[in-house]
């Protein structure tokens, strides 16, 4: 079983307590830092900006894992860039003015690029991309709000992917999920191929962070 790394998404973090709630989550083992950015366009929410991920690069070496949910991505690459990002992904349904340039305009920066899906976003439709991205996002609850339900009906997504990666001798590519995980979503979207668990609410409203934190990690064994 390949490695299961764990990106805490800090929507679910006290932002009145940034800095406490990030250095949680990296004393209990996690790897990543998942910042969901969102503008109150292609989703109805409005989170952060580039500002923001640029302090909390100052404050954690995790890998931050950077999802624009926003229209016109490719006029806010170089910020999130500057900022710090490790991984931007953007979504393949948002408005952009070409998808496989901005893409690219990612990777040359030298950090790697992710694409995104919504839940009734058939994978194929993304396959002309899958051979330029380093990471690919199902969301398995519609974005735009924490806290919802996971959507199992998203989970032949996954397996679609996984071997849509195989045909084109992808096995680097990750594969990340996110929407309602917690220790028994996330064995069923690790049985499926998924190898990056993006979870908040799990996390962040555990009595016990590194305890959960090992359990999303366990089901990969």
């Known amino acids: 079983m390949n490695k299961i790394i764990v990106s805490p998404s800090i929507l679910s973090a006290n932002f009145a307590n940034l800095q406490s709630d990030i250095k949680k989550v990296d004393n209990a083992g996690a790897e990543w830092l998942h910042v969901d950015v969102m503008d109150g366009h292609f989703v109805p929410n409005i989170t952060i900006g580039a500002p923001v991920v640029r302090d909390i690069r100052k404050i954690t ?84 709000f924490g806290g919802q339900s996971f959507m199992s009906e998203c989970v ?3 397996t679609d992917l996984k071997k849509m990666l195989e045909k084109y001798e992808l096995s680097e590519t990750f594969i990340e999920v996110d929407g309602g995980i917690n220790a028994e979503t996330a064995r069923t979207v690790i049985q499926a191929g998924a190898n990056v668990l993006v979870a908040g609410s799990y996390i962040y409203n555990s009595s016990d962070i590194k305890d959960s934190i090992v359990k999303l990690k366990q089901t990969g064994f």
């Not at 500057?82 to 990777?107: L, V």
């Open 61 to 144: 070496d995790l890998v931050l894992d950077v999802h624009l949910m926003i229209d016109n991505p490719e006029k806010y690459i170089k910020d999130f860039v500057d900022a710090g990002a490790d991984i931007i992904t953007i979504h393949s349904e948002a408005p952009c003015s070409n998808i496989e340039e901005t893409i690219d305009k990612i990777r040359a920066y030298g950090i790697k690029a992710g694409i995104s899906i919504k839940p009734k976003t058939p994978v194929n439709e993304i396959e002309y991309l899958i051979t330029k991205v380093d990471l690919v996002l199902i969301m398995t609850v519609e974005p735009g």
């Open 156 to 158: 032949s997504k996954i």
